[in-house]
């Protein structure tokens, strides 16, 4: 636009882009007011005959204060328009300031939340209550953090820690060269003859030979090795599978019977060279010319064979009379046998075939012990033989590394069981051996201050306004839209008043007040949008402090605050989960807009995607429709990465977001571990090692606000993120100063494939297994 000073000569006018994250100082600085004031002293009539320059001059004075005083106002235009505007605002405060205009409430801090396991003295259950303080150890740079048991909880000494048993392995490996058994009953010979019969099915292979097995159990296990390998069928089983050996053997019948020539072998039908003792059903081995197979016997039959035809002799006695003898034929019983399948044997193999029956166990085979437990494993506790004097429903397991899971059960003392939930999902194996522990309870971060005297109320004040003393407020994650409750109770001379999100809509007569937070963490209760503080009515506060993202590790809180009694220990299986920060200036920029997406409901993909990232501990999520367990209906399945844990708390905050009867299930995505490694070549002029981690920095950057970080990070991937060898190679050769990429590889294999795909419902953690460039680790 013109400038509206025609008469002055002003700069040219700014073009101002979109997506700047600072508006550009307007107009001119100091210099340029002067001169053009000088400037224009011409077009003045009373100042046309004013020639002086000079820097004592009173006029030129007047001028530079003028320059400056237009200066100033520049600067602080400058800063004003910046301050008008979501993405360039920079003073404290503002950012809540704007996103306020939408209605948007920022995200105020998160406390973590844990699960302790106890174990009590004696053989008496303690109860520890509610609101029982456990300290965490220093972490990280972090100073030590209390948590509350959320309710009162009983420690029965009975469950305080139980072994696991071992699961057995139910099916057979397919293929397999070797198969453990029973020490001790073994009865076979290296290079004897054996067969497999399982899942219906029957193999033949030699045995190679046997060693000990060495195990993590104290039964003693042979190791059967076999000469060639069998694959026994999809989903045979140890149990009915049985190692055999012949207990005897004879050849083939090798004559025709009826023309004495060389017999043909045809079809499922096989005459013996002799009687044996068979029955329908029996096993049956044959081998000739190197190979074997097995069969069943379907019927048995006996029969005479001629060995040699009958004779007629004719005698001449002395005297010249002649004598007929006749010789009748020689036969030979045989066992002709009709077997469940033709033999893949030529009749050119009659004369060496073999045939083993009389099959007897050559072993017991011995199920091995898994190394693990899975979720979808048996929980055997053999010492859980009194059933527990207090309700058990959290369990929590720890095995040999120390890593854990907890979930919901019951203990069974009559058989000796744990009934454990499918839900969430354990996202792991747990490596033998394995403890249960029966005393779980939950405790959330937060340092309970009660009866927090405020002030006084004064009704002439419209909007009063208390600050609490302790920050920052703790918030817990809570099964409603907001996806948070506070943990604070404001009572009005001894009358508890009730928190709103806003004044709109309250009436006068309301006893309502709204809380707001600052930038700094400190938390201000205002009253007065509904009913006004009567005038001397004491205001005091429960509430709780400490909240955050930082999380103490595994094994970390359990220093008890105040002595319980009988307790001898509690501690955290599993790290603590859900924290958050509150959000700060940089993510109200980005995610107060955002939050115009939902306007309070969830209808779209799209719209149950964001709601999912906006939960405390949510790093990313993906929505998509699938067929319900019984396939009756589509339904949504959010999967997210975070906390398993965190599947009850989003799923119900999706839920209250959409409607009713919406089928909407959260499940948390397992960890995929993968590694990266980057190869390359610098430009001659620039320092390799500079240009290496400039590369790490594009592939693995950490994440600051959502959308930024490195291309491999999770939240940029996102659950079934796909790793696409071009997309990282576009990003590696982007970087300034790579000259050739010399090697790829994911996983250790060379990465030539369009792209890697995560297990279903997974993600790649490059954290675990690292990204590499020039053999230096990033991030």
Not at 290 to 317: C, E
Not at 486 to 501: D, F, M, N
Request: hydrophobic share 45%.
């Amino acid at each position: 636009m013109a400038c509206l000073c025609d008469e002055h000569r002003c700069p040219s006018p700014l073009g101002i882009i979109a997506g700047l994250t600072s508006l550009p100082r307007a107009l001119a600085t100091f210099p340029g007011w002067r001169l053009d004031l000088l400037r224009s002293v011409g077009g003045q009539p009373e100042l046309a005959e004013w020639r002086a320059r000079e820097p004592g001059d009173f006029g030129v004075m007047l001028v530079e204060m003028c320059a400056y005083v237009l200066d100033v106002a520049s600067f602080y235009d400058q800063l004003t328009a910046n301050e008008s505007y979501l993405a360039t605002a920079r003073l404290t405060g503002a950012q809540r300031r704007h996103v306020s205009l939408l209605g948007y409430l920022p995200r105020p801090a998160f406390g973590s939340k844990v699960f302790l396991a106890a174990e009590a003295d004696g053989v008496r259950p303690i109860v520890m209550p509610a609101g029982t303080a456990i300290r965490s150890g220093a972490f990280d740079g972090e100073p030590p953090q209390i948590f509350e048991l959320s309710k009162a909880a009983t420690v029965e000494p009975r469950v305080n820690k139980l072994a696991v048993d071992r699961v057995r392995e139910t099916l057979l490996p397919s293929p397999t060269s070797g198969l453990p058994v029973a020490a001790g009953s073994l009865r076979a010979r290296p290079g004897e003859l054996l067969v497999l019969a399982a899942g219906g099915a029957l193999m033949t292979t030699h045995m190679a030979g046997h060693a000990l097995m060495a195990l993590r159990i104290r039964a003693p296990v042979t190791y059967v090795a076999f000469a060639s390998s069998v694959a026994p069928p999809a989903g045979a089983a140890y149990a009915g599978a049985r190692l055999l050996r012949a207990g005897a053997r004879c050849g083939a019948w090798k004559l025709s019977p009826a023309s004495g020539e060389p017999a043909v072998l045809s079809g499922a039908e096989l005459s013996l060279e002799a009687r044996v003792a068979l029955q329908p059903g029996d096993i049956v081995a044959f081998e000739a010319g190197g190979a074997s197979t097995a069969r069943r016997v379907v019927s048995v039959a006996q029969a005479d064979y001629t060995l040699i035809a009958g004779l007629q002799s004719k005698i001449t006695d002395p005297d010249s009379s002649v004598h007929t003898l006749d010789s009748p034929p020689i036969k030979v019983g045989v066992t002709r046998i009709t077997v469940d399948a033709a033999l893949p044997f030529a009749s050119s193999d009659i004369a060496t075939l073999v045939v083993h029956y009389a099959m007897a166990d050559a072993a017991t085979l011995h199920a091995p012990f898994k190394d693990t437990l899975e979720q979808d494993d048996p929980i055997v506790v053999p010492r859980l033989i009194d059933p527990p004097r207090s309700e058990v429903t959290d369990l929590a397991l720890e095995d040999v590394h120390g890593d854990g899971v907890v979930t919901t059960g019951v203990l069974d003392a009559a058989s000796h069981a744990a009934d454990a939930s499918d839900s969430p999902a354990w996202g792991r194996a747990l490596w033998a051996p394995v403890n249960l522990y029966g005393n779980v309870a939950a405790a959330t971060r937060g340092e309970t201050v009660r009866g927090e005297a405020l002030g006084f109320g004064d009704a002439s004040q419209p909007l009063q306004t208390f600050r609490l003393k302790k920050k920052p407020l703790t918030y817990l994650a809570a099964a409603n839209a907001a996806g948070r409750q506070s943990s604070l109770a404001v009572r009005v001379g001894g009358i508890l008043w009730t928190e709103v999100e806003s004044f709109y809509g309250a009436r006068d007569d309301e006893t309502v007040y709204i809380v707001r937070h600052d930038d700094t963490g400190e938390t201000d209760i205002v009253f007065g949008g509904g009913a006004r503080l009567p005038t001397g009515a004491p205001v005091t506060a429960d509430y709780r402090f400490g909240a955050g993202a930082a999380a103490p590790p595994a094994d970390s809180v359990k220093q008890v605050a105040r002595p319980v009694a009988g307790l001898r220990r509690i501690r955290n299986i599993l790290a603590a989960f859900g924290g958050a920060d509150a959000e700060g200036p940089a993510e109200l920029a980005y995610r107060g807009p955002r939050s115009a997406l939902l306007l309070g409901r969830a209808i779209s993909l799209i719209d149950i995607e964001t709601a999912a990232v906006e939960r405390a501990g949510v790093r990313a999520a993906k929505a998509s429709w699938r067929w319900d367990k019984q396939g009756l209906r589509p339904a949504v399945i959010v999967s997210f990465i975070g906390d398993p844990q965190l599947v009850p708390s989003v799923q119900a905050a999706l839920r209250a977001l959409a409607e009713e009867d919406a089928p909407i299930t959260a499940v948390s995505a397992p960890l995929q571990p993968a590694r990266l490694d980057v190869d390359i070549d610098a430009d001659p002029d620039r320092v390799t090692a500079d240009v290496a981690a400039a590369v790490g920095e594009a592939l693995f950057a950490p994440v600051t606000l959502p959308g930024t970080g490195g291309l491999l990070r999770p939240e940029r991937l996102g659950p079934d993120g796909v790793v696409f060898e071009s997309v990282v190679v576009r990003t590696i050769m982007e970087v300034p100063g790579v000259a050739a990429l010399r090697a790829l590889s994911f996983d250790g294999s060379p990465f030539i494939e369009t792209g890697r795909v995560p297990a279903p419902g997974g993600y790649f953690d490059f954290a675990a297994g690292g990204v590499r460039v020039n053999g230096q680790r990033a991030g």
